[in-house]
C-alpha cells in the first residue's frame, strides 16, 4: 500500500512503486484534470507539484510521491485561482488540453516569485507544449494575475 496527500487529501491505493503517478491520479484516485500528453515527460499536459515543484507526473513513480503534498489542478491555492480567473477573463484556451499543466508551472512560478520578469515567465513555462500556439495569452494571463495581485 502506498499512502499519497493530493490536494490535502490521504489516499491509500494498492499499486506497484513504479506505477507512474499520472495513472495512479487519474486512473485510481480519479482526479482526471491532469492530462496525459505524451508520456515521455516533454508536453507538460501532466504537470503536477510535489512539495511545490512541478515534475511531469508520467515520468515520477508513485513511490517518490509518497509522504510529499502534491497539488493537482483540481487542488485550490490563491495564486491558482487567480491564474485560473485571468485565464478566463483573457480567453486563453483554445483546446485547453494543455492548459492544466501551464496552470500548474505558472503556479509553481507565483509561490516562488511574486513579481517575475517576462524572462523569468519564459524559463518557468519551458517544457509546456501548446499545440494551438497560445503562448502570447498565456504570458498576458500570467501578467495580469501579477497585477491582481500587487492590487490586493
Known sequence: MIT???NGEKYKI???PEMPLLWAIRDIIGLTG???GCGIGVCGSCKVLIDNAPVQSCMIPV???EGKN???IEGVSENLQLLQQSWSDLNVPQCGFCQPGQLIAATALLDKNNNPTEAEIDEAMLGNICRCGTYQRIKNAINRTVELKNQN
Open 34 to 36: 491532469t492530462k496525459y
Open 14 to 16: 494498492d499499486v506497484a
Open 70 to 72: 502534491v497539488i493537482t
Open 63 to 65: 513511490s517518490f510521491a
Open 4 to 6: 499519497l496527500r493530493i
